[in-house]
């Protein structure tokens, strides 16, 4: 009787064009890397954890709605430091929010640009991220988080800033993170930066991201918030890039016992956007309110996915993010709450909604619960839907022509999120930047 011997092969999966990409720029541009022996080592492991699970796909359920692998066709070469020209341009970045008067501190592609930067500001210390990990502080790049994308994040941060404010130092002016594109070509741009706010601290740090359109550059950028006992953080991130740009975006956040931490995030611009949120609430009775709003057109793909982790009891936090979805546009939501064993007392919150204005547009709205506590009030919501045809009847009958009346109500509709944002400068130009979208929608 013969034997049949099973032979078991290890299957290698087929690189597509962009991994292949991504690895070669690894390699070239490794050595050039700020940082000693030990970032060296962790952007090694960091890049080996990208290189094993590849780009993420349909199949990878946190990116089920947002297969990069496929929308990532290429990979597109490493940005070099920016000239004087890119600097000049960058001088008028940030119009969204002309309104506000700010602490601005000035990103070029990819670049801490000091001169164009205030990094005199009381109780504040400003650092180029390229500084501080040169000089070993390797704290900024070790992350207990395996996401694949800020894994390649770790492995090719070029520069960013390193911020922290001084323990009950209360900011009088929002400090502003501006990233711009400048390099007019097609490029891939890795910006990492470091938020520490001190026990007692009141700040409202704001980021916005922008580029040109017309050029389909790509952008990873990602940045770490460490919200110590009893702090105040408002942040807020807008993003206007380019309307062929990739835009990739990770917040990981860890806020301290009765710390209040309040999140927006504002999509208008960029073709493939994705917001991922990792907010770890470590104390007891801190308080989160985490919102968001997109206005998407054409064929844009947004996708914001929320993974908020209630490690200890005496808690609460509160979600409402809102989507409005013109033409073939596609909106996704994904939110996770996470109550521990340990976390009794908590009071979570969370909703989402999305206003189709288009049969052609799409959305995709996933809210979950994993509760492992028993003395919790938990809850989620989802809803779907098109503009309420009786209101909009109600305003047409008063006189108010068709567009004007659906852009009343959408207004309404995303000014609900918007609200929720306390500083009242940062809340008037994101409300006036939702009016041009519709006046532009109108046109």
């Known amino acids: 009787m013969k034997r049949r011997e099973v032979m078991n092969a290890e299957v290698t999966p087929i690189k597509t064009a962009a991994e292949t990409a ?27 954890r990208f290189e094993r699970s590849g780009l993420p796909h349909r199949r990878v359920e946190e990116w089920k709605y947002t297969d990069l692998r496929a929308l990532m066709r290429e990979g597109k070469p490493l940005a070099q430091a920016p000239d004087a020209s890119a600097k000049a341009a960058a001088k008028s970045a940030g119009a969204i929010l002309a309104g506000l008067k700010a ?64 323990s009950g130092t209360v900011v009088d002016r929002p400090i502003q993170l501006v990233f711009v594109h400048s390099a007019g070509k097609a490029t891939a741009v890795f910006a990492r930066s470091h938020v520490v706010v001190e026990p007692g601290a009141t700040v409202t740090l704001v980021e ?29 991130k807008v993003t206007c890039e380019g309307d062929a740009a990739l835009h990739l975006a990770t917040l990981n956040a860890r806020v301290s016992e009765a710390a209040e931490l309040r999140d927006f995030t504002f999509t208008l611009g960029g073709a493939v956007v994705r917001n991922q949120l990792f907010v770890t609430c470590k104390g007891k009775r801190a308080q989160l309110s985490l919102a968001g709003a997109s206005l998407l057109r054409g064929r844009q793909h947004a996708d914001t996915t929320l993974m908020l982790d209630h490690a200890v009891g005496g808690s609460s936090s509160r979600e409402l ?27 979570a919150r969370m909703m989402s909604r ?18 492992f506590a028993d003395d919790v009030q938990c809850g989620h919501g989802a809803t779907a839907g098109a503009l309420d045809e009786s209101l909009k009847f109600y305003l047409m009958a008063r006189g108010i022509p068709e567009r004007e009346a659906e852009a009343l109500l959408i207004q309404s509709f995303v000014g609900e999120a918007i609200e929720t944002i306390s500083h ?3 809340r008037a130009d994101l409300m006036f930047a939702a009016v041009r979208w519709l006046r532009a929608r109108s046109a």
């Open 103 to 166: 602490h601005r501190i000035i990103i070029v592609d990819g670049c801490f640009a000091p001169e164009l930067s205030a990094t005199a500001i009381s109780g504040v210390t400003v650092t180029p991220f390229a500084t501080a990990v040169a000089n070993g502080e390797d704290e900024f790049l070790n992350s207990e988080n395996s996401d694949t994308v800020l894994a390649l994040n770790t492995a090719l941060a070029t520069d960013g800033a390193v911020i922290r404010v001084k």
């Open 424 to 426: 009242e400068g940062v």
């Open 354 to 371: 999305a206003l189709l204005l288009s049969p052609n547009a799409e959305a995709d709205n996933k809210p979950e619960l994993e509760i």
């Open 321 to 347: 993010f809102k989507s409005v979805l013109d033409d073939e546009s596609h909106g996704v939501f994904q939110g996770k709450i996470v109550v521990r064993p340990d976390a009794q007392k908590t009071d």
């Open 22 to 48: 991504l690895a070669d720029a690894f390699l070239r541009r490794q050595a050039a890397l700020p940082g000693g022996r030990e970032i060296a080592g962790l952007r090694e492991a960091a890049f080996r």
């Open 208 to 236: 916005s991201h922008e580029g040109p359109d017309k050029l389909d550059y790509q952008i990873n950028t990602a940045l770490d918030l460490e919200v110590g006992r009893g702090a105040k953080v408002d942040h807020i």
